[in-house]
């Protein structure tokens, strides 16, 4: 099938030291409105009044004197995947500089990396899945790190990709893949890019939605996100769940289909995150702040317009960046969506970067929900405080160090982590809404909701889970 990247009539793409105005209104091409963006601009409005001071700067930019950022340049790290644009984009359109730092990005082969390489302060921030951050924070996964999440880089646009020959057999989406893990007598195996990862946990989710228990029907591998595409091609593996393009370029390819896109898993779900030690952010508060800046400013621009979105592709494809064909990222980039057995669709819950804000606040909530998830699948054993991974948070706390990890705690480390007065005071100074509530609410493929309430008992509410 050929895939065509043709857009509506917007102009020209813009020059990559064009940025447009902050202005609400986008061109007439731009993605469409999303209802819960509406909705959190009406709760933005009221919450802007009570957000922590904003900082002023003349012009929207630094000044020197005490708010300057205390260094000239930020090392970042990336993996090649589509959203990594956030981070190259304030690189290429030099809104870093506008901000007082210059981002030196360091792209990385693999999650481990990134993960030595913050704890060892040879990366001064990353491109970060959302549960590694936490999985360091908690020691599962690795040594414990204090880290912080300064803001969410985006939703949705991961996806789920089963073999062609699995396909062939009749494997399409979860029930029919069921069927086939469920009854035949042979060892599936299934690849996500790191433990504590989001890749991890929307595969897990996925599986244990159709009956499929992830620690006991199959075996799990993880494979680095660039290697997922040639190692199904190898034929070792059954399926794999990574981010963009590395779904699209299987079917590209000719070796996979997509199965599902983690946005079926939870729609608007928090994915990637901009995240760093905790050390990094009181040392340098800002230079955290610049860089929450700089990065909120590029994921506007990116969203703006569906134009933009093309220009970012056509950059990020770069062989510096994912080294893929532009195609392999533009089509998903667009919202333009097709399985690889010839259906096609626009997707309404493709990946955002910005969506007026509503996708960069750190919110509690999404930390905690994967710590539930690292709960139920056992990488956290017993009580989460019960091996230790937690008594330093409780003992912060006066707490004594036998006290059960209860419903309190897990709202108090994600308060540790998620840096939500830094970010919205780096929001305030660029006029972005804010949400009136640190926590919100979602339904997940299996009917159930998660709002941030009661995490202990929704950890245990699930009936697949680790023994």
Same mark, same amino acid.
């Given at each position: 099938?050929?895939?065509?990247?043709?857009?509506?009539?917007?102009?020209?793409?813009?020059?990559?030291?064009?940025?447009?105005?902050?202005?609400?209104?986008?061109?007439?091409?731009? *993605?469409?409105?999303?209802?819960?963006?509406?909705?959190?601009?009406?709760?933005?409005?009221?919450?802007?009044?009570?957000?922590?001071?904003?900082?002023?700067?003349?012009?929207?930019?630094?000044?020197?004197?005490?708010?300057?950022?205390?260094?000239?340049?930020?090392?970042?790290?990336?993996?090649?995947?589509?959203?990594?644009?956030?981070?190259?984009?304030?690189?290429?359109? #030099?809104?870093?500089?506008?901000? +007082?730092?210059?981002?030196?990005?360091?792209?990385?082969?693999?999650?481990?990396?990134?993960?030595? #390489?913050?704890?060892?302060?040879?990366?001064?921030?990353?491109?970060?899945?959302?549960?590694?951050?936490?999985?360091?924070?908690? +020691?599962?996964?690795?040594?414990?790190?204090?880290?912080?999440?300064?803001?969410?880089?985006?939703?949705? $646009?991961?996806?789920?990709?089963?073999? #062609?020959?699995?396909?062939?057999?009749?494997?399409?989406?979860?029930?029919?893949?069921?069927?086939?893990?469920?009854?035949?007598?042979?060892?599936?195996?299934?690849?996500?890019?790191?433990?504590?990862?989001?890749?991890?946990?929307?595969?897990?989710?996925?599986?244990?939605?159709?009956?499929?228990?992830?620690?006991?029907?199959?075996?799990?591998?993880?494979?680095?996100?660039?290697?997922?595409? *040639?190692?199904?091609? *190898? $034929?070792?593996?059954? +399926?794999?769940?990574?981010?963009?393009?590395?779904?699209?370029?299987?079917?590209?390819?000719?070796?996979?289909?997509?199965?599902?896109?983690?946005?079926?898993?939870?729609?608007?779900?928090?994915?990637?995150?901009?995240?760093?030690?905790?050390?990094?952010?009181?040392?340098?508060?800002?230079?955290?702040?610049?860089?929450?800046?700089?990065?909120?400013?590029?994921?506007?621009?990116?969203?703006?317009?569906?134009?933009?979105?093309?220009?970012?592709?056509?950059?990020?494809?770069?062989?510096?960046?994912?080294?893929?064909?532009?195609?392999?990222?533009?089509?998903?980039?667009?919202?333009?969506?097709?399985?690889?057995?010839?259906?096609?669709?626009?997707?309404?819950?493709?990946?955002?970067?910005?969506?007026?804000?509503?996708?960069?606040?750190?919110?509690?909530?999404?930390?905690?929900?994967?710590?539930?998830?690292? #709960?139920?699948?056992?990488?956290?054993?017993?009580?989460?405080?019960?091996?230790?991974?937690?008594?330093?948070?409780?003992?912060?706390?006066?707490?004594?160090?036998?006290?059960?990890?209860?419903?309190?705690?897990?709202?108090?480390?994600?308060?540790?982590?998620?840096?939500?007065?830094?970010?919205?005071?780096?929001?305030?100074?660029?006029?972005?809404?804010?949400?009136?509530?640190?926590?919100?609410?979602?339904?997940?493929?299996?009917?159930?909701?998660?709002? +941030?309430?009661?995490?202990?008992?929704?950890?245990?509410?699930?009936?697949?889970?680790?023994?």
């Amino acid at each position: 099938m050929t895939m065509s990247t043709s857009l509506p009539p917007c102009g020209p793409l813009l020059p990559t030291d064009a940025v447009p105005a902050p202005a609400s209104a986008a061109p007439a091409c731009a *993605a469409p409105a999303d209802p819960r963006r509406r909705d959190f601009v009406r709760r933005g409005a009221a919450a802007a009044l009570v957000a922590a001071p904003a900082l002023s700067w003349p012009g929207g930019v630094w000044a020197a004197g005490s708010d300057a950022p205390e260094l000239r340049e930020v090392r970042v790290g990336f993996i090649p995947l589509t959203d990594c644009a956030s981070l190259v984009m304030a690189s290429v359109l #030099k809104l870093d500089e506008k901000h +007082g730092i210059r981002i030196r990005l360091s792209k990385e082969p693999s999650w481990p990396v990134i993960r030595d #390489k913050l704890a060892s302060g040879e990366l001064d921030a990353a491109h970060a899945l959302y549960g590694l951050v936490y999985g360091m924070h908690l +020691g599962a996964g690795g040594p414990k790190t204090d880290m912080a999440v300064l803001m969410t880089l985006n939703n949705n $646009g991961q996806g789920i990709t089963l073999s #062609k020959a699995l396909a062939q057999r009749g494997a399409i989406d979860g029930p029919t893949l069921a069927r086939q893990v469920l009854g035949e007598r042979r060892e599936f195996t299934f690849a996500q890019t790191f433990p504590t990862g989001t890749h991890a946990m929307w595969l897990f989710y996925w599986l244990a939605a159709h009956g499929i228990h992830p620690l006991r029907d199959a075996r799990i591998i993880t494979v680095p996100p660039p290697q997922m595409v *040639a190692r199904m091609q *190898a $034929g070792n593996m059954d +399926g794999y769940c990574v981010g963009e393009p590395w779904n699209h370029r299987a079917i590209a390819d000719g070796v996979g289909i997509t199965a599902a896109t983690s946005q079926q898993v939870w729609p608007d779900h928090p994915e990637k995150v901009l995240g760093c030690t905790a050390a990094f952010v009181q040392r340098h508060p800002n230079t955290a702040r610049a860089l929450i800046m700089a990065t909120l400013e590029a994921s506007r621009w990116i969203d703006a317009s569906q134009a933009n979105r093309l220009k970012t592709a056509a950059v990020i494809a770069a062989p510096a960046h994912v080294n893929t064909s532009v195609d392999t990222i533009s089509e998903r980039i667009l919202g333009h969506y097709q399985n690889g057995l010839g259906r096609t669709w626009d997707d309404a819950n493709f990946m955002r970067f910005f969506n007026d804000g509503a996708v960069n606040y750190p919110y509690l909530s999404d930390g905690m929900w994967f710590i539930t998830q690292h #709960k139920r699948w056992g990488l956290m054993k017993g009580d989460v405080g019960d091996n230790g991974v937690m008594l330093r948070q409780l003992n912060r706390a006066g707490r004594d160090r036998t006290a059960v990890f209860g419903e309190a705690d897990y709202q108090s480390v994600a308060r540790a982590i998620n840096q939500t007065t830094l970010y919205r005071q780096a929001a305030s100074q660029l006029k972005i809404n804010l949400p009136s509530s640190d926590l919100r609410s979602s339904r997940l493929i299996d009917g159930k909701v998660w709002d +941030g309430q009661r995490p202990a008992e929704y950890a245990a509410s699930f009936a697949i889970r680790a023994s």
